[in-house]
């Protein structure tokens, strides 16, 4: 047997096996990009279904969340799906964490809208009622050497009469009670 005829065969056996090596490798990227497309596809759809919902409550957001943004998240969801193995949307579905996460934020929703509500009510009663307090300019203190400001003429760096040094500018009052002029006003 000559030595160097198989030592070709066998560097040939390796080169081929290299070849199929890289080529198994390659096929198994091209599937894992697939899944991962497919996967970005099911949860941009499945945004899409949540941002139609949200964008009808909450139309103010519309130029905020595009199709761009639902594609990043929906991507962010695929690669997150692929690292831990969730299996897909249909089993992110299914998972009770989501499910409590669903079942809660409508109860969630209208909790914030009636605090709000309830708040911004308060907040009328107490301007209509006169609770409210004007807060008074007071000049701030004067600049130190140094400082990178311009100093204030001297007139204007004698605080108001009524204003009185140390007392908080809203005395037991709902700083937004100041708004609620504004909206009543409106």
Not at 42 to 65: H, I
Request: with cysteine; aromatic share 6%.
């Amino acid at each position: 047997m000559d030595i160097k005829a198989l030592d070709q065969i066998g560097q040939e056996e390796a080169a081929e096996r290299a070849a199929l090596a890289d080529e198994q490798q390659q096929q198994l990227q091209a599937e894992e990009a697939k899944e991962a497309a497919s996967l970005s596809d099911q949860y941009f759809f499945g945004l899409n279904k949540a941002r139609s919902v949200v964008l009808k409550m909450l139309p103010e957001c519309t130029d905020d969340w595009t199709d761009d943004v639902t594609r990043e998240i929906a991507d962010a969801l695929a690669e997150c799906d692929a690292y831990y193995g969730w299996g897909g949307v249909t089993n992110v579905i299914k998972h009770p964490l989501l499910k409590l996460a669903v079942a809660a934020v409508p109860l969630a929703w209208s909790i914030g809208f009636a605090l709000r509500n309830r708040r911004m009510r308060a907040q009328m009663e107490a301007a209509a009622a006169g609770k409210h307090h004007v807060v008074r300019a007071v000049a701030p203190a004067p600049a130190k050497p140094g400082q990178n400001v311009e100093p204030m003429p001297a007139a204007a760096a004698e605080p108001a009469p009524d204003a009185q040094a140390g007392e908080p500018a809203f005395v037991g009052v709902d700083p937004g009670a100041l708004m609620a002029d504004q909206m009543v006003a409106a």
